[in-house]
C-alpha cells in the first residue's frame, strides 16, 4: 500500500541537489502502480495544499502520487506519499458509539443521534442555547464548517461556534483585518518565484510546508544573489539554508521589527511615494498619526535598544533592515512563531508595516503571507465564519447590516440572528471546565491533547455534568476518552468536498472510494443533528456537499471573496483556483489589491493600488510598541519552553504514527536542549531530562544539539503518552485569544 520508504528515497534521490540542501520531498510517488483510475483530490495534511492523485484498484486505495497540474507540480512531501495505511488502520471507528458505565458501547446511528439531540434539547430547555456549542476543525471539509456553523448560528440561534484554528490563525485575521481591513494573504506562492529576500520569520518551513520550502530552495538555487534571511530563536532546518540566520530571545520580535522599522526610516530607506498616498499612520490608541510621528515612535527602538531586549547584535538588524528594503522584491512568511504569541496580532501588523514602508507590495515576489497551518483553516473556518464572531465572507456578528443581509441570504426573518458573539475557544472550554457549558458538538479535532494547560480542559472534559458528542475517526485519539457518543465519519477521499489552502487557491477532494462500515460523509451527520433539533428543514435542504458549494458560492457572491466563478464542474476539471474569481470564465487572483489583478478594482479605478477593506482605500501603519511574553523565564523558572512539529508527524499523530515509516522516525517527544546548556547541566543524548513549569512536570529523553539557542528548550506535541500541553500556559493574544504556545518559563534538570 502507498510507497515504501525504500521507493520513496529512489525517487528523492534523482533530486540530490535538493536532499543535500535538506529537503525533503517525493517525486510523482506511485506512479508506476497499477490502478483501476485516479481520483484528483488535495493531501490531507498541511495548508500547503498540494494536490494529489489517488490511486483506486478493487474500490480500496492502493497509492497516492503529485497532481502535476496542481501548484506543487507533481511532487509531495513524505508524509502526503505515505497517507494511504491511515485509511485502513485498525484503529478507524465504522460504527457509532455510547458510553455505558463508562465504558463506549456499540449503538446505532439513530440511537446515537438520539441521545446527542436529547442532551442538547436538555441543556438548551434549562440552561439556554449559551449552554451548547459547536468546536470544529480547519481540517473539516469548507461545506462541513459552514454547515455546522449556519446550523448553530442560523438554525439554533447560537453562536458558540469555534475550531482549532483560533490557536492556529486568529492571529494572522486580525493582523489582516486591522492592516488591511480584509482577512487572508494579498500575494500567493508565485510570488516565491519572483522574490529576491525571502524574510522568513517564526515558520519552520522545512518541516511544516516542506513542498512550499522545495519551492524557496529552488528559487535560491536558481539565482544565488536571492537573499534568505530566517528570523527563529532555534536553528531549525530551514534556517540551514539561509544567508543570514538570526536567533534571539523568544517573544522579542516586536522589539526587532520596529527595530528594522526604525533602521529603515532613519536610512531613508522606505518608499515615501508608495506610503504617502496608500498608507495611514495609526496609533495604539486607534487616533490618525503622521509620518513624522512614527519616525518618532520609532526612536525607541534603536538597534542597540533592540539588542539589549532581544539578544540581536545592533548590525545585523542594520543588515536585515538594509536587505529587506533594498531587495527587488520582498515576500516575508510567517507561522507559529509570530501568531502563536500574546501579542500575536501586532506582531502580525508589524511585519505588514515593514511591507508598506518600503513599497514592497502589490507586485511579484513582494508581499507579506502568512502561512496556513492546516489544510482548510482558510477555506473552512476563516472564509466561511466558523468562530464565533464571524459569518460568511468577512461578514461580522456584531454588525447589523451583516447580520441582516446573512438573513436575507439564509431566508431568515429580519434581526433573528443572535447579535451577541459566542464563546471563543478558550472561554468556551473554561465554559465546560466551570460547569457552564453543557453540550459540545465536536469535529475533526482533538483538543484532548491539542489545547494549552491541558490538565484544567482535560477536567473539565471529564465532568459527570457535561455531555460530548464527537465526530471522530480513529479510537485513540485522546478526546475519545472523554466523549459521551462517538459518531464514525467518512475519511478524507471516502466523501467529496472542498479544501482551501494558504494562497486563497481552492481545489476538490474528491470521492475515490466509499467509507467502511457505518461511517458517513459529515455533512450528512450533521443535516440529520439539524433535523433532529427541530431546524427548520429549509434551512438545510441539501442532497450532497455539492449543493452546499452552490450556496457558498452565491453567499460569498456580494463580497469581495467572490467565489461565484468557483463551480463545482470547474474544481473537477481544474486543479485549484484562488480567490475571488467573479465570473466562471476568470482565470482567479495571483495578487489583491492592484488594479488590474483584483477583480474587485474597477479597471477604471484612478490609483493603482485600493485597499478596499479600509474607508479610506488606504493600508494602515500600526505604531505597536515592544511588548513580552505572559510568562517570562525568572530565578525560580529560568528557561524558556517552546513547543511545535516535527516533519513526519501531524498534530496529535492520531494519523502519522499510523505510518510506520513515520512512526520510526520520531517513536515519541524529546526535549532539545543546546549544547551549552547541556554541557552546564551534565546532560548528554539520551539522559532523562526533567521539565517543571508553573501548571506540571514531565520526563523527556534529552536531545542535544546547535538547534536551540542556550535558555531554551524545545518539545514537540505529536506525543499523545508525552502532554507536553499539560505544561504550556493558556495565556491569549487580547485581540485574536490565540494562546501563547510558543512560550512558558520552565525549570529544567538532568532526572
Ligand atoms: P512550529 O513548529 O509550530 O511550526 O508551522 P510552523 O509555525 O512553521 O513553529 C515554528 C517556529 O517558531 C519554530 O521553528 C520555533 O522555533 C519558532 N519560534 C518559537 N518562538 C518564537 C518566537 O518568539 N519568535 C519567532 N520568530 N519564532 C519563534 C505550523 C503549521 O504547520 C501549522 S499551524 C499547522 S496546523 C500544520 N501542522 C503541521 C504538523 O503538525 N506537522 C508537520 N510536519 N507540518 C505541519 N504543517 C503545519
Ligand atoms: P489533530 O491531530 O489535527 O489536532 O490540534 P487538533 O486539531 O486537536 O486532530 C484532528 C483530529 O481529527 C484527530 O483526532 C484525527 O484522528 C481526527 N480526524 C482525522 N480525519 C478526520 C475526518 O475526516 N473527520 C473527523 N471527524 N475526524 C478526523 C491542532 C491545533 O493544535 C492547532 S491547528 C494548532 S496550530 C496548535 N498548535 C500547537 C502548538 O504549536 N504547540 C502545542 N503545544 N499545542 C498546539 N496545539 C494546537
Ligand atoms: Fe501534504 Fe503539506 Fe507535504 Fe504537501 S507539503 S504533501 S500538503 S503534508
Same mark, same amino acid.
Given at each position: 500500500?502507498g510507497?515504501s ?5 529512489k ?9 543535500a540542501m %535538506?529537503?525533503p520531498?517525493a517525486?510523482a ?5 497499477q490502478v483501476d483510475?485516479?481520483v484528483? %483530490?488535495?493531501?490531507?495534511?498541511c495548508?500547503?495544499? =498540494? ?9 480500496k486505495?492502493?497509492?497516492v502520487?503529485?497532481d ?6 507533481g511532487?509531495l512531501c513524505?508524509?502526503?506519499?505515505l497517507m494511504?495505511?491511515?485509511i ?5 471507528i ?7 458505565n463508562g465504558?463506549?458501547?456499540?449503538a ?6 438520539e441521545?446527542v439531540v436529547?442532551?442538547f ?6 440552561y439556554?442555547?449559551?449552554?451548547v456549542?459547536?468546536y470544529?476543525s480547519g481540517?473539516?471539509l ?10 448553530f448560528?442560523a ?7 469555534e475550531?482549532?484554528?483560533r490557536l =492556529?490563525m486568529a ?9 488591511f481591513g480584509k482577512?487572508?494573504? =494579498?500575494g500567493?506562492?508565485?510570488d516565491?518565484?519572483?522574490a529576491?529576500c525571502?524574510?522568513?520569520?517564526g515558520?519552520?518551513?522545512?518541516e511544516?510546508?516542506?513542498i ?6 529552488a ?11 530566517v528570523v527563529?530563536?532555534?536553528r531549525?532546518n530551514?534556517a540551514?539554508?539561509a ?10 520580535d ?8 526604525h533602521?529603515?526610516?532613519?536610512e531613508?530607506?522606505d ?9 495611514t499612520?495609526m496609533?495604539n490608541n486607534?487616533?490618525?498619526k503622521t ?6 515612535f520609532l526612536?525607541?527602538?534603536t ?8 539578544g540581536?547584535p545592533?548590525?545585523?538588524?542594520r ?5 529587506f528594503?533594498e531587495s527587488?522584491?520582498t ?8 501568531n ?26 513582494a508581499?507579506?503571507?502568512s502561512?496556513?497551518?492546516q489544510p482548510n483553516?482558510c477555506g473552512g473556518?476563516?472564509?466561511t465564519?466558523g468562530? =464565533?464572531?464571524?459569518l460568511?465572507a468577512?461578514r ?5 447590516a451583516?447580520?441582516?443581509e446573512?438573513?436575507?441570504?439564509w431566508?431568515?426573518?429580519q434581526?433573528?440572528?443572535n447579535?451577541?458573539?459566542?464563546l471563543h475557544?478558550i472561554?468556551?472550554?473554561?465554559a465546560?471546565?466551570e460547569?457552564?457549558l453543557?453540550?459540545?458538538l465536536?469535529?475533526c479535532?482533538n483538543?484532548?491533547?491539542s ?5 484544567k480542559?482535560?477536567q ?11 465526530i ?8 475519545v ?10 475519511y ?9 489552502c494558504?494562497?486563497r487557491r481552492y481545489?476538490l477532494?474528491?470521492?475515490a ?16 443533528f439539524a433535523?433532529r433539533m ?5 434551512l438545510v ?6 449543493d452546499?458549494w452552490?450556496e457558498w458560492?452565491a ?9 461565484w466563478?468557483?463551480?463545482?464542474e470547474?474544481l473537477r ?8 474569481c467573479?465570473?466562471e470564465?476568470?482565470?482567479g ?6 488594479r ?6 474597477p479597471?477604471?479605478?484612478k490609483k493603482?493600488y ?5 474607508p479610506?482605500g488606504?493600508?494602515?501603519i500600526?505604531f505597536?510598541?515592544?511588548k ?8 525560580t523558572y529560568p ?5 511545535g512539529?516535527?516533519?513526519?508527524h501531524?498534530h496529535?499523530?492520531t494519523?502519522t504514527m ?7 522516525s ?7 536542549v543546546?549544547?551549552e546548556?547541556?554541557k552546564k547541566m ?9 521539565l ?11 536531545r542535544?544539539s546547535d538547534?536551540?539557542r542556550p535558555?531554551l528548550?524545545?518539545v514537540?506535541?505529536f506525543d499523545a503518552h508525552?502532554?507536553?500541553n499539560?505544561l504550556?500556559?493558556d ?6 485569544k490565540?494562546p ?6 520552565t ?5
Open positions: 500500500m510507497i520508504r525504500r521507493e520513496f528515497l525517487y528523492t534521490a534523482a533530486s540530490s541537489a535538493f536532499m %535538506g529537503v520531498f517525486m510517488a506511485g506512479q508506476n502502480k483510475h485516479w484528483k %483530490g488535495v493531501c490531507r495534511f495548508g500547503t495544499g =498540494c494536490g494529489v492523485m489517488v490511486g483506486v484498484k478493487n474500490k486505495v492502493v497509492t502520487k503529485g502535476p497540474n496542481n501548484h506543487n507540480a511532487f513524505l508524509k502526503g506519499a494511504v495505511p491511515i485502513y488502520a485498525k484503529e478507524r465504522t460504527q457509532p458509539l455510547i458510553r455505558k465504558k463506549l458501547t456499540p446505532s446511528w439513530d440511537e446515537a443521534m441521545l436529547a442532551k434539547k436538555d441543556a438548551i430547555a434549562k439556554g442555547v449559551k449552554s456549542g459547536y470544529g481540517q473539516a469548507t461545506e462541513e464548517t459552514y454547515l455546522a456553523s449556519k446550523i448560528k438554525g439554533l440561534k447560537c453562536n458558540n461556534v475550531g482549532n484554528p =492556529c492571529s494572522a485575521v486580525g493582523g489582516y483585518v486591522t492592516t482577512d487572508e494573504p =494579498c500567493s506562492y508565485d516565491i518565484d519572483a529576491t525571502l524574510f522568513i520569520i515558520s519552520n518551513t522545512s511544516c510546508h516542506p512550499l520550502f522545495k519551492r524557496i530552495a528559487r535560491k538555487q536558481a539565482d544565488p544573489n536571492v537573499k534568505i534571511i527563529d530563536p532555534r531549525t530551514t540551514r539554508i544567508d543570514m540566520h538570526v536567533p534571539f530571545k523568544p517573544g522579542t516586536l522589539a526587532i521589527l520596529n527595530g528594522m522599522a533602521v529603515i526610516v532613519q531613508e530607506l518608499d515615501y511615494r508608495f506610503h504617502s498616498k496608500y498608507v499612520f496609533d486607534k487616533q490618525k509620518f513624522e510621528d512614527y519616525v518618532k526612536e525607541d527602538y538597534p542597540e535598544k533592540v539588542e539589549q531586549l532581544s540581536v545592533a548590525d545585523t538588524t543588515k536585515m533592515a538594509k536587505i528594503a527587488s522584491a515576500m516575508s512568511l510567517w507561522c507559529m512563531g509570530i502563536q504569541r500574546i501579542r500575536g496580532v501586532w506582531a502580525n501588523n508589524l511585519i505588514s508595516n515593514l511591507h508598506l514602508l518600503t513599497g514592497h507590495i502589490g507586485k511579484p515576489g508581499t507579506p503571507f502561512l496556513t497551518g483553516a473556518v476563516r472564509d465564519g468562530l =464565533c464572531h464571524m460568511p468577512g461580522l456578528i456584531k454588525k447589523k451583516h447580520r441582516n446573512m438573513e436575507k441570504l431566508g431568515l426573518p434581526d433573528s440572528l447579535p451577541k458573539p459566542g475557544t472561554a468556551m472550554w473554561s465546560l471546565a460547569g457552564k453543557k453540550a459540545l465536536v469535529l479535532t483538543p484532548a491533547q489545547l494549552p494547560n491541558l490538565d480542559y482535560r473539565g472534559m471529564a465532568r459527570k455534568d457535561n455531555f460530548i458528542a464527537l471522530e475517526t480513529f479510537s485513540d485519539a485522546e478526546t476518552k472523554y466523549a459521551d457518543v462517538v459518531l464514525p465519519p467518512a478524507w477521499c471516502e466523501r467529496e468536498g472542498v479544501f482551501g494558504s494562497e481545489a477532494v474528491g470521492k472510494i466509499d467509507p467502511p462500515g457505518q461511517c458517513k460523509p459529515t455533512v450528512n451527520i450533521l443535516v440529520d433535523l427541530g431546524v427548520d428543514p429549509k435542504p441539501y442532497k450532497n456537499s455539492a452546499i452552490k458560492r453567499v460569498s457572491r456580494p463580497t469581495p471573496y467572490n467565489f466563478g468557483i463551480t463545482r470547474r476539471r481544474e486543479s485549484g483556483i484562488r480567490w475571488p467573479p465570473t470564465d476568470h482565470p487572483t495571483r495578487i489583491r489589491y492592484v488590474g489583478e483584483d477583480p474587485n478594482i479597471k477604471d479605478y493603482k485600493f485597499f478596499y477593506g479600509k479610506d488606504r493600508a494602515v500600526w505597536r510598541p515592544y513580552g511574553a505572559a510568562e517570562e523565564p525568572d530565578q528557561f524558556v519552553l517552546t513547543t512539529r516535527v516533519i513526519d501531524w496529535t499523530g494519523m499510523k505510518v510506520p515509516e513515520l512512526r520510526r520520531f517513536p515519541k517527544a524529546y526535549v532539545e543546546s549544547t546548556d547541556a551534565g546532560i548528554h543524548n539520551g539522559d532523562n531530562v526533567l517543571e513549569t508553573r501548571r506540571d512536570k514531565m520526563v523527556f529523553q534529552a542535544v538547534v536551540c535558555g528548550v524545545f514537540p506535541w508525552l502532554l507536553i499539560k504550556t500556559k495565556a491569549i493574544d487580547k485581540g485574536s490565540q501563547e504556545f510558543k512560550i512558558c518559563a525549570k529544567v534538570s538532568k532526572a
